[in-house]
Nanobody, 116 residues
Framework: QVQLVESGGGLVQAGGSLRLSCAAS????????MSWYRQAPGKQRELVAG???????TYADSVKGRFTISRDNAKNTVYLQMNTLNPEDTGVYYC??????????WGQGTQVTVSS
């Protein structure tokens, strides 16, 4: 079992920054990929960024150059630094963990609202 707890969401003006954190607990040795997804009102959940246990990263085209995902294995935490935010970045951001074997887990989500 893996538990994921997100924090760091909030309200920010366009052009501002936020940093999201996701702390993992439980059988954390089994985690391979940790990712951030987001879901805007009326839209499907989409991948924002991901990082493997080896440090390989991937980003959605819409956030490349603005967002940075990082992983602190010692703290079992993954971060999403979000810069130059715009209203299209508004949504609920979810932390996701994919195990090396079968199984994956979701956090409860944290709201990010960007005002214009």
């Amino acid at each position: 079992q893996v538990q994921l707890v997100e924090s760091g969401g909030g309200l920010v003006q366009a052009g501002g920054s936020l940093r999201l954190s996701c702390a993992a607990s439980g059988t954390i040795f089994s985690i391979n990929v940790m990712s951030w997804y987001r879901q805007a009102p009326g839209k499907q959940r989409e991948l924002v960024a991901g990082v493997t246990s080896g440090g390989r990263t991937t980003y959605a085209d819409s956030v490349k150059g603005r967002f940075t995902i990082s992983r602190d294995n010692a703290k079992n935490t993954v971060y999403l630094q979000m810069n130059t935010l715009n209203p299209e970045d508004t949504g609920v951001y979810y932390c996701y963990a994919k195990l090396h074997g079968p199984g994956d887990y979701w956090g409860q989500g944290t709201q990010v609202t960007v005002s214009s």
